[in-house]
């Protein structure tokens, strides 16, 4: 077997692994004020964001072209490998996952496997690297999606947005969460659940709703038998995320904690600001 691993761009993928010969990402689309931009291709983090608070309309985003990942997945072929492990954005934020099952017997001598990550950004990057170490390690695909389905399984992620709207128009969250966060003004804690994004606590402001995410991580942390690895992930608010990071590097001195950062796609529905933590079992 020799397996080649596909993402989108979604993940945060750390400078370990974003040069490896078997990884191939994917770009999702994103619209701003009408004009389509490939994530990570054409538009990176720094102009998405400075566009996003200048622009008219709502941004949005949309699935990868289907010739196009087909294109792909037949140069992926040419090159010699027989399978694919495509693991992607939560199925609950976009159907693209669904998607690729239509395709995913259309390239003769090409087994497909879509994945579904049931969540994005750092802890999905974080998926990607382990797929890779252990086809490394000359795992077999079976060992491989253990591998995988552990992390995943073991993933909890708290998100504290800056403004609800953003999720309410992209349809990522029910309207009655953001008109209750409106009146009372609060700093609501959200989460995946089943890979959909939920209201977990709602918080009177920001200093407390990090608060009461530093003790949920806590309860993971004091409830697995294992250390876990730590994460904290912002939306163009680096000097939050560096202050969340340092109060974790003295909770946790001896844990694995990584920052990363939110990209276009998640940025559109997130918002400007908005903060992280999360949690992941190595």
Do not use: C, W
């Not at 709602?202 to 995410?213: E, G, N, V, Y």
């Not at 995320?241 to 340092?246: K, L, S």
């Not at 109060?247 to 796609?265: D, H, N, Q």
Request: negative net charge.
């Amino acid at each position: 077997m020799k397996l080649a691993i596909v993402t989108d761009s979604s993940a945060y993928l750390n400078e370990r692994i974003k040069n490896h010969r078997d990884l191939f990402i994917i770009p999702i689309p994103v619209i701003i004020d009408g004009k389509p931009f490939e994530e990570g291709v054409d538009i990176h983090e720094d102009e998405f964001y400075r566009l996003l608070n200048q622009s008219e309309e709502f941004p949005t985003t949309s699935q990868p072209v289907l010739g196009e990942v087909l294109t792909m997945y037949q140069d992926i072929r040419a090159q010699g490998y027989d399978t694919i492990l495509s693991i992607h954005l939560s199925e609950g934020i976009s159907g693209f996952v669904r998607t690729l099952h239509s395709i995913k017997d259309e390239i003769d001598g090409l087994t497909i496997v879509p994945y579904d990550s049931t969540i994005t950004s750092v802890p999905m990057g974080y998926m990607v690297e382990k797929a890779l170490e252990l086809s490394d390690q000359g795992k077999g695909l079976p060992e491989v999606i253990a591998g995988v389905d552990a992390v995943r399984d073991t993933t909890h992620a708290y998100i504290i947005v800056d403004d609800l709207n953003n999720l309410v128009r992209g349809g990522r969250l029910t309207n009655g969460a953001a008109i209750i966060g409106g009146l009372l003004k609060i700093k609501p804690i959200l989460t995946f659940s089943e890979g959909k994004i939920v209201l977990s606590e709602k918080i009177r402001s920001l200093k407390k709703a990090l608060q009461r995410t530093e003790e949920i991580i806590m309860e993971h942390q004091n409830s697995s038998q294992k250390e876990l690895r730590l994460y904290v992930i912002h939306a163009n608010n680096p000097e939050l995320a560096q202050t969340e990071y340092e109060k974790l590097r003295g909770l946790y001195p001896t844990s694995v904690i990584e920052i990363g950062s939110f990209g276009p796609v998640i940025g559109t529905h997130l918002g400007d600001k908005a903060i992280a933590i999360g949690v992941a079992g190595k």
